[in-house]
Nanobody, 121 residues
């Protein structure tokens, strides 16, 4: 198990950018494919970006071309660069192993607190 800490969220205007970071305190971090998820008010958590341990990436159609996920195994961190932000991107963003089914905690014991992203129009 381990611990997940997300950071980097904030309030940004339409069209702005943010860079999210996630640090995982687990010796097995490099083994897992990792993802960024988000949960908007009243909606289910969704996976928006995935990076494999071979550095392959995939994105939800809603963020493709605007978001970029990256991973640093040495620092046990995952980043999400978010550009051209839209109000629809407003949500709490979480990172964890990917993919996880609804209700799964993942290999690090639990979900982190997440980081709030708010995009104003």
């Amino acid at each position: 198990q381990g611990r997940v800490v997300e950071s980097g969220g904030g309030l940004v205007q339409f069209g702005g950018s943010l860079r999210l970071s996630c640090t995982v305190s687990s010796d097995s971090f490099s083994v897992y494919d990792m993802g960024w998820y988000r949960q908007a008010p009243g909606k289910q958590r969704e996976l928006v970006a995935t990076i494999t341990n071979g550095r392959g990436t995939s994105y939800a159609s809603s963020v493709k071309g605007r978001f970029t996920i990256s991973k640093d195994d040495a620092k046990k961190t995952v980043h999400l660069q978010m550009n051209s932000l839209e109000p629809e991107d407003t949500a709490i963003y979480y990172c964890n192993a990917a993919p996880l089914r609804v209700g799964e905690r993942g290999p690090f014991g639990s979900w982190g607190q997440g980081t709030q992203v708010t995009v104003s129009s």
